[in-house]
């Protein structure tokens, strides 16, 4: 998308929590493209939930306009302050603690005073609880959301969302989530190595990946294998990574029988997640609602970038990444008979397989490049400049 040239003069006032991997790739492209400074500010709390090693200093974005702002409990006065001072557009805004909320009503009040454009990022959409806290999540979104100039949104799912709260679709811009995985010559070895380390020839992979917490559900995937294996043989459900449930998740294994094909790979390190991918004959995310949603997992896209079908539960927010019967299936949340339907329409058919992993590589390599974020983005910009004038 070309860029108008009074656009990339902007100065543009982007707050986010922090930088994450597969964001610094974004956050590169857009410093080049326009006068964007960015004040991360919560490094901190997501260092200790993602076991990430962020700091003052952060490797990657060497060059960039950046600041990592600190917080006292749970709030950035630094980046309420900046709010104050000199820049043309904000981007920013979060609710996902009563923190954050409290940080961003600071924003949008000093912003709005200024006159100057908001535009919001976010990735909600309507998960199917409720409670009195959701009510009043619901109720702030959608005033936030009608007022300010533009929103950001991962895909059609949130901006649903956001436009049952009564914002114009004409405020809404899709800036797909992208991850920053890339395929190598290595990973080619390193499924071969994992195939022998782990005995693996002539078997059929299911794969998880993500943390093992209570929101992603893999009880139910865990429970549609042990269906699974009453009709397949020589099937395998690897379990990629760690959190809380494990130990659970373990015996649950144990009681149903099938310990023996689940194995629990716990964290491994990011070179070695490509030659997991394609080790695999399907990717399955089984995420469950809780008190929360799994908003926009990159796993989909990850899977996805490497050619595997896809199945997730519809409690996912990238369920419209995925078309039922062309790249994977979307089935019902809880429903280990579902989940173990699916799997075997795909394991049991290695022209479908095939067929469906190369449609999600399309989708792909369509949509969810960094270059459709920079797109987003550009159109939201453009957007609220024009409103501006």
Same mark, same amino acid.
């Given at each position: &998308?070309?860029?108008?040239?009074?656009?990339?003069?902007?100065?543009?006032?982007?707050?986010?929590?922090?930088? &994450?991997?597969?964001?610094?790739?974004?956050?590169?492209?857009?410093?080049?493209?326009?006068?964007?400074?960015?004040?991360?500010?919560?490094?901190?709390?997501? #260092?200790?939930?993602?076991?990430?090693?962020?700091?003052?200093?952060?490797?990657?974005?060497?060059?960039?306009?950046?600041?990592?702002?600190?917080?006292?409990?749970?709030?950035?006065?630094?980046?309420?302050?900046?709010? &104050? *001072?000199?820049?043309?557009?904000?981007? *920013? +805004?979060?609710?996902?603690?009563?923190?954050?909320?409290?940080?961003?009503?600071?924003?949008?009040?000093?912003? %709005?005073?200024?006159?100057?454009?908001?535009?919001?990022?976010?990735?909600?959409?309507?998960?199917?609880?409720?409670?009195?806290?959701?009510?009043?999540? %619901?109720?702030?979104?959608?005033?936030?959301?009608?007022?300010?100039?533009?929103?950001?949104?991962?895909?059609?799912?949130?901006?649903?969302?956001?436009?049952?709260?009564?914002?114009?679709?004409?405020?809404?811009?899709?800036?797909?989530?992208?991850?920053?995985?890339?395929?190598?010559?290595?990973?080619?070895?390193?499924?071969?190595?994992?195939?022998?380390?782990?005995? !693996?020839?002539?078997?059929?992979?299911?794969?998880?990946?993500?943390?093992?917490?209570?929101?992603?559900?893999?009880?139910?995937?865990?429970?549609?294998?042990?269906? !699974? /294996?009453?009709?397949?043989?020589?099937?395998?459900?690897?379990?990629?990574?760690?959190?809380?449930?494990? @130990?659970?998740?373990?015996?649950?294994? =144990?009681? !149903? +029988?099938?310990?023996?094909?689940?194995?629990?790979? /716990?964290?491994?390190?990011?070179?070695?997640?490509?030659?997991?991918? !394609?080790?695999?004959?399907?990717?399955?995310?089984? @995420?469950?609602?809780?008190?929360?949603?799994?908003?926009?997992?990159?796993?989909?896209?990850?899977?996805?970038?490497?050619?595997?079908?896809?199945?997730?539960?519809?409690?996912?927010?990238?369920?419209?990444?995925?078309?039922?019967?062309?790249? +994977?299936?979307?089935?019902?949340?809880?429903?280990?008979?579902?989940?173990? #339907?699916?799997?075997?329409?795909?394991?049991?058919?290695?022209?479908?397989?095939?067929?469906?992993?190369?449609?999600?590589?399309?989708?792909? =390599?369509?949509?969810?490049?960094?270059?459709? &974020?920079?797109? +987003?983005?550009?159109?939201?910009?453009?957007?609220?400049?024009?409103?501006?004038?």
């Amino acid at each position: &998308m070309a860029v108008d040239k009074d656009l990339k003069s902007s100065k543009i006032l982007f707050i986010h929590h922090t930088a &994450m991997w597969y964001r610094k790739p974004f956050f590169r492209m857009l410093s080049k493209i326009y006068d964007v400074k960015y004040l991360f500010t919560n490094v901190e709390g997501y #260092n200790k939930t993602y076991d990430t090693d962020l700091s003052q200093r952060i490797e990657g974005l060497e060059g960039v306009n950046y600041e990592v702002v600190k917080n006292y409990f749970g709030i950035s006065f630094g980046a309420i302050k900046e709010t &104050m *001072g000199e820049y043309d557009v904000f981007v *920013g +805004g979060s609710w996902d603690t009563p923190t954050d909320l409290i940080e961003t009503l600071f924003y949008f009040i000093v912003v %709005k005073l200024r006159r100057k454009p908001f535009i919001l990022w976010r990735e909600d959409w309507d998960w199917n609880v409720k409670s009195l806290k959701r009510s009043f999540v %619901k109720f702030m979104a959608g005033f936030i959301g009608r007022n300010v100039d533009a929103i950001l949104v991962p895909g059609s799912k949130h901006r649903e969302f956001f436009t049952s709260l009564g914002v114009s679709s004409d405020n809404i811009f899709i800036m797909p989530n992208v991850s920053n995985i890339e395929s190598n010559d290595k990973d080619f070895q390193n499924r071969e190595n994992i195939r022998k380390e782990l005995n !693996l020839e002539n078997k059929k992979v299911i794969l998880y990946v993500g943390r093992l917490i209570d929101l992603k559900g893999v009880d139910y995937l865990i429970k549609a294998f042990y269906k !699974l /294996g009453k009709d397949c043989k020589d099937i395998v459900l690897l379990v990629v990574g760690e959190g809380p449930e494990k @130990s659970k998740l373990e015996s649950l294994a =144990e009681e !149903l +029988g099938v310990n023996n094909s689940v194995i629990f790979t /716990g964290n491994i390190d990011n070179s070695l997640l490509g030659g997991y991918y !394609l080790l695999s004959n399907v990717f399955v995310l089984p @995420s469950i609602t809780t008190y929360f949603a799994d908003a926009c997992p990159l796993v989909v896209n990850e899977a996805m970038y490497f050619a595997k079908p896809v199945i997730t539960s519809d409690a996912v927010g990238t369920t419209f990444m995925i078309q039922n019967g062309k790249n +994977g299936y979307v089935v019902p949340e809880r429903d280990a008979d579902s989940l173990c #339907n699916a799997i075997y329409k795909i394991i049991s058919d290695p022209d479908l397989e095939k067929k469906m992993g190369n449609e999600s590589k399309n989708v792909i =390599e369509e949509g969810f490049k960094y270059k459709n &974020m920079v797109d +987003g983005f550009t159109s939201a910009l453009e957007h609220v400049m024009k409103r501006k004038k």
